[in-house]
Each structure stands twice: as structure tokens, then as C-alpha cells.
């Protein structure tokens, strides 16, 4: 059974530093294109970056630099290193899973991030506040 568990949140300075955790438990016979997202407040679902079991990733432009996607394949946990974090930066995180070639699958991970609608599995996030 599939189950997704951010952690990792909280709040944090302008210009400071925060790792998001996400512990997952997966099909072991599915390969899974994994990714982070972020919703904040009166906005749209954006994706940030994502991975695929090969070890690719793909992040949005303005993440690109800062945000720093891995996974550690033997504790079977997502991360995403945040780096220099700004006011526009509060949102609540999500971790995201997709079967890789089923269902409405797009390529990964280039396209995951731009297509929060495909995503079959989601954490229930962890918020992340910018404090001044």
C-alpha cells in the first residue's frame, strides 16, 4: 500500500535553511517518478523538483540552484534541501508519487513537475513558514 509522510516543516528567517523529509512506502514491483510541490495560500498547486529511480532530476527554473531534490534509496525517504529561503517561499510542501508508464503518466522527470493533476499519491504536506 502506497503511504507518503512529509516532515521537516516549520518556520524559518529569510535567507535560512530547511531539509523536508518524506518517508515513503511504495510497491516494490513499481518504479515511481517522485517529486515535491507546493501550495501557498490563494495560489495554484506548483511543482519544485523531481526525480526519477535512475537518479535524473528536473527542477523549475527558479527553484533551480537552491532546491535540492535526492532520495536515499535504503531508508526509502525523499528529501528536498531548501536553500536560502524567501517570503514567497511559505506554502504547505507536498510529496508526490506516480507510477512511471501507467494511467495519465507524463515523462520523468521534466514533465512531473509541471503536471500536479497526474500525480496518483500525495503526502498530506508540511508547512513551511518564512518568518521575519
Known amino acids: 500500500w502506497v503511504r507518503l509522510m512529509e516532515s521537516g516543516g516549520g518556520a524559518v528567517q529569510p535567507g535560512g535553511s530547511l531539509r523536508l523529509s518524506c518517508e515513503t512506502s511504495?510497491?516494490?514491483?513499481?518504479?515511481?517518478?517522485m517529486g515535491w510541490f507546493r501550495q501557498a495560500f490563494g495560489k495554484v498547486r506548483e511543482g519544485i523538483a523531481a526525480?526519477?529511480?535512475?537518479?535524473?532530476?528536473s527542477y523549475v527554473d527558479t527553484m533551480k540552484g537552491r532546491f535540492t531534490i535526492s532520495k536515499d534509496n535504503g531508508k526509502n525517504t525523499l528529501y528536498l534541501q531548501m536553500n536560502n529561503l524567501k517570503p514567497e517561499s511559505a506554502a504547505q510542501y507536498y510529496c508526490?508519487?506516480?507510477?512511471?508508464?501507467?494511467?495519465?503518466?507524463?515523462?520523468?522527470?521534466?514533465?512531473?513537475?509541471?503536471?500536479?493533476?497526474?500525480?496518483?499519491?500525495w503526502g498530506k504536506g508540511t508547512p513551511v513558514t518564512i518568518s521575519s
Open positions: 508526490a508519487a506516480d507510477p512511471i508508464g501507467k494511467g495519465d503518466y507524463v515523462p520523468c522527470p521534466a514533465m512531473f513537475i509541471r503536471s500536479p493533476h497526474v500525480v496518483d499519491y
Open positions: 511504495l510497491d516494490p514491483t513499481t518504479a515511481y517518478c
Open positions: 526525480i526519477h529511480p535512475n537518479g535524473t532530476t
